[in-house]
């Protein structure tokens, strides 16, 4: 799928006009994070030789937090190989079509974690998911250990799910897409801005509506510009049916040939787009009337500051990661796209809206 088609949303979008910053320590998180990966037996082989190797995952996690402590940065940019890892265990493999698999592969993950570690001749997965773990929540409350696991738990139905669908070959209807492409999209993810920008999201803020518009809003931009993108791997030769993907998804209701169904993806992208930043406006009043401190209102406007700079971040990555590139395609061209005058005042209108 062209990649100019999603950066279109550059023109279209105001809080995707303006490109990311990066990390100034990116490369060497990069080296760092690569080695881990490898010694932990994630990546194998040549870097270049998996589309796990090939991800770039310090770009897009030096892209999202562009300012954080280089350590903090580090560990998120582990934390996206994990899951990718994890994504590719299911995906590539039979495990991506039994919810049965999916449901013990996921059971040794969260026994680990309840443990503090991982079994003995454990895989992998399991042995990084610990180390992660014990990484991670040093610093965290209790609140946030129960909303990430519960995260991981939702991740866990949301695979079973594409499961059964991918063993029978149906594709979901355009009203359960939404929901089952979230779930399937580690959400999890959404929850380490907090230990990686190291502050603590109010816990009555966290179950509002506003806040959950705001982070499944988000989310659904991300994954959708995502599916165009990964479209052309997920429907390669031998590839099991795309059943977590917006564009097949909409190509099979509405009888599309795949350029066109990709269209309407962008298209809903544009259109979902003002619903996080209505999402950001609202939790003004929600931090009134929740009566936040000071600390509590920062630690919000930090986080909100992250969601709102993330899908533009990840819409860089995509121009700059080997992850979806087939293999006898090239990498993607970065085009230059003009500043967008007002949108860093827009953001910083909506984030001061929450101090």
């Keep these: 799928m062209d990649a100019a088609l999603v950066l279109s949303l550059a023109d279209r979008v105001a809080a995707l006009a303006t490109r990311s ?9 990069g080296a760092r994070a690569d080695e881990w990966a490898r010694v932990r037996g ?29 350590d903090r940065v580090e560990l998120f940019t582990r934390w996206l190989i994990w899951a990718y890892a994890l994504d590719d265990a299911i995906d590539d493999t039979s495990v991506g079509g039994s919810a049965t698999a999916v449901h013990g592969l996921y059971a040794d993950l969260l026994g680990a974690l309840r443990r503090g570690h991982a079994k003995p001749e454990a895989r992998p997965l399991e042995v990084a998911l610990a ?78 509506p506003s806040w959950k518009a705001l982070v499944e809003s988000t989310a659904d931009m991300i994954t959708w510009v995502n599916d165009v993108i990964s479209y052309p791997k997920e429907t ?36 979902r787009a ?34 709102l700079a993330a899908p533009r971040a990840h819409l860089d990555w995509l121009t700059e990661t080997g992850r979806y590139a087939l293999p006898a395609a090239g990498s993607p061209v970065v085009p230059v796209h003009r500043q967008a005058a007002g949108l860093r005042s827009h953001l910083d209108d909506t984030v001061t809206g929450l101090r």
């Design 21 to 29: 910053g990066m990390h100034p320590a990116a490369r060497t998180i």
């Design 42 to 70: 994630l990546v194998t082989g040549a870097p270049d030789s998996s589309p796990l190797g090939r991800a770039r995952f310090d770009r897009l996690a030096g892209r999202i937090f562009p300012q954080a402590p280089a």
């Design 131 to 208: 180390e992660l773990w014990r990484e991670t929540v040093p610093g965290t409350d209790p609140q946030w250990r129960r909303r990430f696991l519960r995260h991981m738990e939702e991740h866990r139905a949301g695979c079973a799910e594409e499961a059964v669908d991918r063993r029978t070959g149906r594709m979901p209807t355009l009203e359960e897409f939404p929901g089952l492409r979230r779930r399937a999209a580690a959400p999890f993810l959404f929850d380490l801005a907090e230990p990686v920008l190291g502050v603590a999201l109010d816990a009555g803020l966290a179950v509002t």
């Design 236 to 271: 390669r030769p031998g590839a099991p049916p795309p059943v977590g993907n917006y564009v097949a998804v909409i190509g099979e209701v509405y009888r599309l040939e795949p350029a066109e169904a990709a269209r309407r993806v962008v298209d809903l992208i544009a259109l």
């Design 274 to 307: 003002p619903r996080v930043r209505g999402a950001a406006r609202a939790l003004a009043a929600e931090l009134d009337r929740l009566q936040i401190a000071p600390q509590g209102r920062r630690d919000a406007a930090a986080i909100v500051r992250t969601l």
